[in-house]
């Protein structure tokens, strides 16, 4: 979880070290998601916010010679949890 300003960010961070398995942000599956919402529920249930609140995605890449850092803000939304 991050803050910036008024938005509160809860944040899931994927790493590969090789890309035979696809890009680190590619492992955020349908479930993944699903327990990163309710985890910002259960904490905004416990700790009201009163700004934007975000699903962000950092992807970690290690397969080549420096490590490449991706920053996906608003990466998902509740909607794409559902069914």
């Known amino acids: ?41 259960l904490y905004l249930s416990q700790y009201p916010h009163e700004g934007d609140v975000r699903l962000d995605v950092i992807a970690i890449d290690f397969s080549g010679k420096r490590p490449q850092i991706r920053h996906y803000e608003g990466a998902f939304y509740a909607e794409e949890t559902e069914t």
């Open 1 to 41: 979880m991050a803050k910036k300003g008024s938005t509160l960010s809860f944040v899931e961070v994927k790493a590969r070290w090789s890309s035979r398995m696809g890009y680190p942000e590619e492992a955020l599956t349908k479930a993944k998601k699903k327990r990163l919402l309710k985890l910002a529920h």
